[in-house]
């Protein structure tokens, strides 16, 4: 079984990132890196989406706004916790629009938006996740960020 290249899909202007039905593998936390959260296909590939930027994470009316005081300095790993709650969902909705937002919808009915409030990225996609998807096919690299205003 060989399995389907993953590509990036359009829905009018926007973007649909390759990881509908993957599972959320692991949130990494650090105090010197931004949030990522990590993804697995059913083949066992993963992909990564960086979070550089302050996001709104929730459900219903349950919402709350991750912040990051400042663009050069990290989140504080305190207020990383909602995160923890993605381990274990799959995503349903991951939906990069050509304003640069990002918005995913988890099965847990937990949905994550994130968009720049500093002119810089507020967010990266990268599959196969750098360096820790070993056998990845790296023919098949898609990078995509999110910044202020647009797609890159």
């Known amino acids: 079984d060989i399995p389907m290249k993953k590509r990036l899909d359009q829905k009018r202007q926007h973007t649909l990132l390759p990881i509908v039905g993957d599972a959320v593998l692991a949130i990494c936390v650090s105090v010197d890196r931004d949030p990522e959260i990590v993804t697995s296909d059913p083949n066992g590939q993963h992909s990564s989406i960086e979070l550089s ?72 996609f990268q599959y196969p996740r750098a360096g820790r998807s070993p056998g990845a096919d790296v023919s098949n690299h898609i990078s995509l960020h999110g910044a202020d205003g647009r797609l890159l």
Do not use: C
Request: glycine share 10%; aromatic share 8%; hydrophobic share 30%.
């Open 53 to 124: 930027d302050s996001f709104t994470i929730g459900r219903g009316t349950n919402i709350q706004t991750v912040e990051r005081q400042h663009q050069q300095s990290p989140f504080d790993g305190r207020t990383m916790s909602p995160l923890l709650e993605l381990i274990g969902a799959t995503v349903t909705g991951p939906t990069a629009y050509s304003d640069g937002r990002l918005e995913l919808s988890f099965s847990n009915s937990i949905k994550l938006e994130t968009a720049s409030t500093t002119g810089f990225e507020a967010w990266h």
